[in-house]
Every structure is written in C-alpha cells, then in structure tokens.
C-alpha cells in the first residue's frame, strides 16, 4: 500500500510564498515522476509540475519562473517552493507519484488527499 501526505498549504496574500510538502510512505520498486497537481473550484484537476527519476521538471506554463519543484529521492518526498503566489493559484494542491510496486506491476498514479491554498488580501 502507498500513502501519500501532503503539508503546507494555507492562507497568504499575493506575492507571498508557502512551500508544500508530500512524503510517500509504503513500498515502490520504482518511481517514475513525482508531482503536483491542483484543482480548483469548478475546474479539472490539472498539472502544476513534475520531477522525474533523471531530474527532469516539467511546469504548468503560468508558474513557470514561480514556482519550483524538487525531491528527495532517498525519503520519497517532492516539495513545491512557490513564490509570487497569486489569486489565480488558489486551489487543493494533490500530491501524485507514478511508479510501480514490484518489477512486475504496471505503472500506476497514486494520489494524495490534498491541501488546500488559498491566495487573497
């Protein structure tokens, strides 16, 4: 079974920062990518940025020079620096990992439950 928890939304104005965090827990043979993905109201869930195994990061193009994604491969864990937040990036934050159980198991995309941020004066 993998868990994963996400941490560090909240409240900030714009132009503020807030740095989420998620921590996969349970066995993985492999990961592929870890990543980020947001919803808001109304709206489908959409990707905000990925890291793959090889360092490799892909952005939603309106956080592109904002926003930051790096990970700890040896803990699982994908952190998402954003900064010049704005009202537009307001939405549940859902952690997500691509990889696989076993050698033998298809790929597969695990979610977490979300954390919510929320950009406004």
């Known amino acids: 079974q993998v868990q994963l928890v996400e941490s560090g939304g909240g409240l900030v104005q714009p132009g503020g920062s807030l740095r989420l965090s998620c921590v996969a827990s349970g066995y993985l043979f492999s990961i592929n990518s870890m990543g980020w993905y947001r919803q808001a109201p109304g709206k489908q869930r959409e990707l905000v940025a990925t890291i793959t195994n090889g360092g490799n990061t892909r952005y939603e193009d309106s956080v592109k020079g904002r926003f930051t994604i790096s990970r700890d491969g040896a803990r699982n864990t994908v952190y998402l620096q954003m900064n010049s937040l704005e009202p537009e990036d307001t939405a549940a934050y859902y952690c997500?990992?691509?990889?696989?159980?076993?050698?033998?198991?298809?790929?597969?995309?695990?979610w977490g439950q979300g954390t919510q941020v929320t950009v406004s004066s």
């Open positions: 997500n990992v691509n990889g696989r159980r076993t050698i033998s198991s298809a790929i597969y995309n695990y």
